[in-house]
């Protein structure tokens, strides 16, 4: 298995201008999560789905941000408009079930908007 | 007060040395421990995962879980410059809608 992939892996935007983000989940897997990770804040879980429906999004800190999962092997996390805070590196994981899943992470996206 | 807490480190320990990681947490109800390992600009993998409590050994690396006193261990034996990376404890239960993680301790083996 590919493991879980993410695009872009590095991201250079402007104060401003829209943000997607791009992650394919380990095939088989019902549970897709995305993370924020910086220096100041550690890893923060922003929003999962279960079967592509999202179940919490009380991570998502703004209403800049949003997230979509169309079907089973894609989701996007789009931030609009971006701003200079936002610079962090986004990981996309994936799991067979919850509680119990072990999750596998992707390479991450490192966002610097300037 | 936050689920779970770790020390940040940084902790830097000579090569061949015991290395001994914690975490704390606040709800008795967690019942799935988790570590993950991260080295620098990579994502998150997982190193070892544990229900309830009790030991779990996987080559250098022993995890404990100690439920009475909601406290989780990482030691890692005879300890190798390839070990330098954060490693980062994850906790959760079935009752619960999501992990959380720890803050991470970053770990430097010198050779």
């Known amino acids: 298995d590919a493991g879980v992939i993410q695009s872009p892996r590095h991201e250079v935007t402007e104060m401003g201008q829209e943000v997607t983000l791009r992650c394919k989940p380990i095939?088989?897997?019902?549970?897709l999560f995305w993370y924020r990770q910086t220096m100041m804040r550690g890893l923060e879980l922003l929003i999962y789905?279960?079967?592509?429906?999202?179940?919490?999004d009380s991570g998502m800190p703004e209403d800049r941000f949003s997230a979509k999962m169309p079907n089973a092997s894609f989701s996007t996390l789009k931030i609009q408009p971006s701003e200079p805070r936002d610079s962090a590196v986004y990981f996309c994981a994936s799991s067979s079930g919850l509680a119990g899943g072990k999750q596998y992470f992707g390479p991450g996206t490192r966002l610097t908007v300037t | 007060q936050k689920e779970v807490e770790q020390d940040p480190g940084p902790l830097s320990v000579p090569e061949g040395a015991i290395v001994s990681l914690n975490c704390t947490y606040s709800n008795s109800a967690f019942q799935y421990f988790m570590w993950y390992r991260q080295y620098s600009r990579k994502g998150p993998e997982l190193l070892m995962y544990t229900y309830s409590s009790g030991n779990k050994e996987d080559g250098r690396f022993t995890a404990q879980v100690d439920k009475s006193s909601k406290y989780i261990s990482l030691f890692i034996r005879d300890s190798q410059p390839s070990d330098s990376a954060t490693y980062l404890c994850?906790?959760?239960?079935?009752?619960?809608?999501?992990?959380?993680f720890g803050s991470g301790t970053k770990l430097n083996v010198k050779p």
């Open positions: 789905f279960n079967n592509n429906v999202p179940i919490d």
């Open positions: 095939s088989g897997h019902d549970y």
């Open positions: 994850a906790i959760g239960a079935a009752d619960f809608n999501k992990f959380y």
